[in-house]
């Protein structure tokens, strides 16, 4: 079945850099969409960035354009997700996601997510 | 950006009740709408794509309609395992956007 299993999740301080994982398994990685959805404490669900199947086209929101680096690893299936110039309001549960096949991005399997935490 | 909007933020309701929460997008979004729901401490699952279609396991007690900017999801006979957070996300284009959330409540 597929497993989406993050890590690099933890405490850092405004400014500096962190980089997540995603360690997928059950089903073929290079042939799919990847995806990093947060959500803040106590709040709702923020997409963040998208990787295609293999690495050509990426997008990211507004608020992480610039900061973050979706990034991918298709020999080792693994997501990665590279946050520089970390704030505040980067506090959140990161998930990674696998696309379901199709035009169109639905997010069809999600990970148990990893907690980054943003503070002095 | 598509911006969309989830109503009500909050149901309380009875097992055995029927529940529909809509969702609406600022632009026409041609049915790529889903559903998500998340239970307390877990991750979102998903539930409809593509406005109507359920997931494979999903139970037919939920279903989902809807066109252009105004879409529902209706839960017909509200079961324990149903009290969570419920969330519609357009894929349209990107960025992709989330509504803000509907909490399913114990009545």
């Known amino acids: 079945q597929v497993q989406l299993v993050e890590a690099g999740g933890g405490v850092v301080q405004p400014g500096r850099s962190l980089r997540l994982s995603c360690a997928a398994s059950?089903?073929?990685?290079?042939?799919?969409?990847m995806h990093w959805v947060r959500q803040a404490p106590g709040k709702g669900l923020e997409w963040v960035a998208v990787?295609?199947?293999?690495?050509?086209?990426?997008e990211y929101a507004d608020s992480v354009k610039g900061r973050f680096t979706i990034s991918r690893d298709n020999s080792k299936n693994t997501l990665f997700l590279e946050m520089n110039s970390l704030r505040a309001e980067d506090t959140a549960v990161y998930y990674c996601a696998k696309d379901r096949v199709g035009p169109k991005s639905f997010l069809e399997s999600w990970g148990q997510g990893t907690l980054v935490t943003v503070s002095s | 950006d598509i911006q969309m909007t989830q109503s009500p933020s909050f149901v309380s309701a009875s097992v055995g009740d029927r529940v529909t929460i809509t969702c609406r997008a600022s632009q026409g979004i041609s049915y790529w709408l889903a559903w998500y729901q998340q239970r307390p401490g877990k991750a979102p699952e998903l539930l409809i794509y593509?406005?109507?279609n359920l997931r494979s396991g999903v139970p037919s007690r939920f279903s989902g309609s809807g066109s252009g900017t105004d879409y529902t999801l209706t839960i017909s006979s509200l079961q324990p395992e149903d009290f969570a957070s419920y969330y519609c996300?357009?894929?349209?284009?990107?960025?992709?956007?989330f509504g803000e959330g509907t909490k399913v409540e114990i009545k």
């Open positions: 996300q357009q894929a349209n284009s990107f960025p992709l956007t």
């Open positions: 059950g089903f073929t990685f290079s042939d799919y969409g």
């Open positions: 990787m295609s199947y293999d690495g050509s086209d990426k």
């Open positions: 593509a406005t109507s």
